[in-house]
């Protein structure tokens, strides 16, 4: 099923579009730092990193509204960056430590933040789903016009969750934006081999769910069709499916011998790099000069070194708080 078509929005002005370069800067600078620490084991646990993927984050973070709910999943560090969680709260969980977003119970995996409406993190494939559903169905008894925002790979389109999900938002008419980050292979295996229906597309409009697909390398594109879609649930009301076509740069996590592809075609999607076909966009239209860009870097490596150092100095959380939340608060066993 095809959106409902809706009129076009002016074209994006220089500063918006040197914030989304910007924010794509902040994505890949603070996750090579984590692969770095990964390495000298300041980092522990699972490390998925979106190295590649940055504009879809991007832009559709920048099409959603502060009120609206967003569930994303285990590959979740750029979206709470662009959330507003501070790239050193960010850091600091990732460390483990107690000034995290989680207090350090979480890491990697399970970056939260309630006031900003961030609900994860969720180191389930497709654990989001049903989540995202049961929030924007929380909305609608409680006459609050909200979108909710639900990210997820083409993985959790395997999962029952997904179909349970899709079929109980479009039943009920409920406000969730489904955002489908297609990186073509899941956690390590090939879509074509795990999928007999690998339109993504296809699958959502069988629910009757309306569909965009989009080019999730370009960062302009994602946000259009993310700011559409967001609309349309917005103003109609039930739920919305996008697929970003897309693809990560690095293994699936950082214990990934990446034997599923071949080096070759990895390569061949590094030309597409969001972040290089988008600044080489910019330059040739005059809106952004090489020294421009290294400034802009620079304030992406600054920013992750003071995160950095944040974290470092961090205390742990206390061996007293050990059993914090195991409980509920005057409950005795």
């Known amino acids: 099923m095809n959106a409902t078509r809706k009129p076009k929005a002016a074209a994006p002005e220089r500063p918006f579009k040197l914030q989304l370069l910007a924010d794509m800067l902040r994505i890949r ?74 207090r350090g119970r979480g890491g990697s995996m399970h970056l939260f933040d309630a006031s900003r409406r961030f609900y994860g993190g969720n180191a389930i494939v497709g654990g989001g789903l049903p989540l995202a559903v049961g929030l924007a169905l929380a909305d609608r008894m409680q006459g609050i016009r909200r979108v909710t925002a639900c990210f997820f790979g083409e993985g959790a ?72 879609a967001a609309q349309q649930v917005r103003e109609e009301g039930g739920p919305f499916f996008v697929e970003f076509r897309t693809f990560r740069f690095r293994a699936h996590s950082m214990f990934d011998p990446e034997l599923y592809r071949d080096k070759a075609e990895v390569e061949e999607w590094k030309k597409r790099g969001p972040i290089h076909s988008f600044s080489a966009q910019l330059k040739a239209v005059g809106e952004l000069t090489e020294d421009g860009f290294l400034d802009l870097d620079a304030e992406a490596e600054a920013e992750v070194a003071a995160a950095v150092a944040f974290a470092e100095g961090a205390p742990w959380e206390p061996v007293e708080d050990l059993l914090r939340d195991v409980t509920t608060p005057g409950v005795q066993r």
């Open 157 to 228: 389109v395997a999962e029952g969750a997904f179909h349970e999900g899709m079929n109980l938002a479009a039943l009920w008419r409920l406000p969730v934006l489904f955002l489908c980050e297609n990186n073509l292979y899941a956690m390590g295996t090939a879509l074509d081999r795990s999928e007999s229906q690998t339109e993504l597309c296809v699958k959502a409009a069988s629910y009757k769910v309306p569909t965009l697909k989009v080019d999730g390398m370009d960062v302009l594109a994602v946000h259009e069709a993310t700011r559409r």
């Open 29 to 102: 600078r603070m996750e090579e730092k984590c692969a770095e620490l990964y390495g000298a084991q300041k980092i522990r646990g699972f490390l998925h990193l979106y190295i590649g993927e940055e504009a879809c984050a991007t832009g559709a973070m920048h099409a959603l509204d502060a009120d609206d709910n967003v569930v994303a999943t285990y590959r979740e560090h750029g979206h709470a960056l662009l959330r507003g969680v501070p790239m050193d709260v960010i850091m600091a969980e990732m460390f483990g430590k107690a000034a995290g977003c989680s």
